[in-house]
T-cell receptor, first 114, second 113 residues
Framework: AQSVSQHNHHVILSEAASLELGCNYS??????LFWYVQYPGQHLQLLLK??????LVKGIKGFEAEFIKSKFSFNLRKPSVQWSDTAEYFC????????????FGGGTRLMVKP | DGGITQSPKYLFRKEGQNVTLSCEQN?????MYWYRQDPGQGLRLIYY???????QKGDIAEGYSVSREKKESFPLTVTSAQKNPTAFYLC????????????FGDGTRLSIL
């Protein structure tokens, strides 16, 4: 079965620090990849997605992610975090032959200190 | 505005009771999903439905039941057979294509009295 790993469960950064959150998946076939964000008290929102083409995708609020097929990875990055980026981040993977089913990682809770 | 409405926001259940969580969407999406969110475990799929009058078990369906009588509605019943029901429950919907993102509701937090 497909699995998605987010190795960092909790990350604490100061404002203006750079961010990289890891995401690895186990499926060897074609995948669609997503990062979702859940701000405190809000619903999950789509941050960015990769379906095909340029493996470096840009999302909202200055976030980007790079798909590295050989490493089965889709790490999320932001050059300079802000206090408002404090949230929980979820990586999700859709196998291309599985309709629109998603497998989620365990989430990474990010706290940005002002 | 189109979206997904989950109700209630908070729900308390006594031991041995069944409770039903509501999920309604006006996005005209074919597919709907129920997830359970526990700290450190991400979202785990309980049930999903790709079309009206059809639904499938997800990874953790035991102790739960669903129905999909209308496209807009996908209620989840947490039965007394679910031994650890305290969790945050999220409903989502999407178009049927695999490259379409899922849209999420605000969730229902279920606690046991």
């Amino acid at each position: 079965a497909q699995s998605v790993s987010q190795h960092n469960h909790h990350v604490i950064l100061s404002e203006a620090a750079s961010l990289e959150l890891g995401c690895n998946y186990s499926y060897g076939g074609t995948v669609n990849l997503f990062w979702y964000v859940q701000y405190p008290g809000q619903h999950l929102q789509l941050l960015l997605k990769y379906f095909s083409g340029d493996p470096l995708v840009k999302g909202i609020k200055g976030f980007e992610a790079e798909f590295i097929k050989s490493k089965f990875s889709f790490n999320l990055r932001k050059p300079s975090v802000q206090w408002s980026d404090t949230a929980e981040y979820f990586c999700a993977v859709n196998e291309n032959n599985a309709g629109n089913m998603l497998t989620f990682g365990g989430g990474t809770r990010l706290m940005v200190k002002p | 505005d189109g979206g997904i409405t989950q109700s209630p926001k908070y729900l308390f259940r006594k031991e041995g009771q069944n409770v039903t969580l509501s999920c309604e969407q006006n996005l005209n999406h074919d597919a709907m999903y129920w997830y359970r969110q526990d700290p450190g475990q991400g979202l785990r799929l309980i049930y999903y439905s790709q079309i009206v009058n059809d639904f499938q078990k997800g990874d953790i369906a035991e102790g739960y039941s669903v129905s999909r009588e209308k496209k807009e509605s996908f209620p989840l019943t947490v039965t007394s057979a679910q031994k650890n029901p305290t969790a945050f429950y999220l409903c989502a919907s999407s178009n049927s294509l695999g490259d379409q993102p899922q849209h999420f509701g605000d969730g229902t937090r279920l606690s046991i009295l």
